[in-house]
């Protein structure tokens, strides 16, 4: 037998330039050193994709857009838009779209090898159109079921799909069944592992949303103010930065001392957050950018912003940027809960001054001001990609070779 074909179905793919899904974009640069690499998507994957195979599947619908808010819909349009959703799409607008990528397979699974096929949600449907599938074409490839979001038992505020939320009741069988029938279920963290072991019985393997490279340092210039910024999505109810206006104006910090900037999809949101807790001279706020240049940012600033929710239902809740900024090696201020994951990945990084009320936010803040707040160090890799794509392959070991 040949080594292993890995074949992964998911939506978006990213480019080098954009964020897109960078979890399986890396992932498959680093698989390609263990077997052969087919990727079937919509979008995405046109650079540094050598010896991965690309199959572009167009989705005529148009449906990424589906779920993605827009800041300038008033908030009766957005929920009526999402109670729609929620009434007609089962399990979401893209299902065309994955019955005619999950098709490919008949045309792709190679008769040398073990084919393993991965689904990666939150474009749901892949996993019931693979579920499909695989009910229809039993023992041909092995799957892999990988949730980077929960599905029907989402309990974070802000991140639950059905509006109102008992139709989710009408689309767990859907889940139920993914489960029963895929051969590995892999997901981002420890507890949305155990939330997913505790719903649908099994023994779900974490794969960390890490990161690939560590950047070398760069030389930041700490003149004032001092560069304290955030790239990334503000989702109301979940991520919010007022903790860390309301101490900057406890502390009456001065535009002379330091700068909140932001390049994020809301930014009248963070700035009516900063006008409410008195600090509008204190924030800036930009376009969107590159993820190169989202980088660049990133490693020069004096500290990067993550923000979780703070209540535990999102205890489970681990933003991928994380990782990112673990591997950059700069100072953190983290908005999230005193038990969440989140915390405890970045106090096992070193990193203990994390935010969960006013009286932590100006802790952080001060230990930023004086040169005393920690950066996250992850010497022994164990949040890096090459680390999950061995746990991964692992976690592959002996299982059988499907059938052609």
Known sequence: MDRDHFIIIVYYFGTVELTGSRRWREMAQLLREHGQVTVICADGGCEDCDNIEIVHVPDCLGGSSVFSGRSQMGFLSTWLRRVASSFLFWPDRQRTWSRQAVARLNTLLDPRSRNIV???????????????????????????????????????????????AFLSLFERPMEQRCHDSADVVTTVGEELALLLKKDFGG???VLYNGYLNKPSPEVVDFSHPLAIRYLGTI????????LLFQAAAEMQLTSKEICFEFWCNDSA?????????????LVKCHGAVSQT???RQSLSAGANIILNALVPESDQ????????????????????????????????????????????????LKALLTGHLTPPNDSGGRFSRQRSVAIFCKTLQGLPKAKI
């Open 118 to 164: 991965v689904t990666s949600g939150p474009i749901f449907s892949v996993h019931s159109e693979m579920q499909r599938w695989v009910s229809i074409n039993p023992d041909r490839a092995l799957w892999v079921l990988d949730f980077r979001d929960l599905w029907t038992n989402e309990i974070a505020p802000g991140l639950q799909r059905r509006i109102p």
């Open 203 to 205: 023994s779900p393997t």
């Open 235 to 242: 989702i109301p109810g979940l991520r919010s930065p007022k």
């Open 269 to 281: 949101r963070v700035i009516n957050e900063a006008v409410v807790a008195g600090v509008p001279d």
């Open 293 to 295: 240049e989202a980088r």
């Open 317 to 364: 809740v681990v933003t991928g940027k994380v990782f990112e900024l673990i591997a950059m090696g700069r100072p953190v201020l983290a908005v999230t809960g005193q038990g969440s994951e989140l915390r405890k990945i970045l106090a096992s990084c070193g990193m203990p001054n994390c935010i969960w009320d006013r009286e932590t936010a100006s802790l952080a």
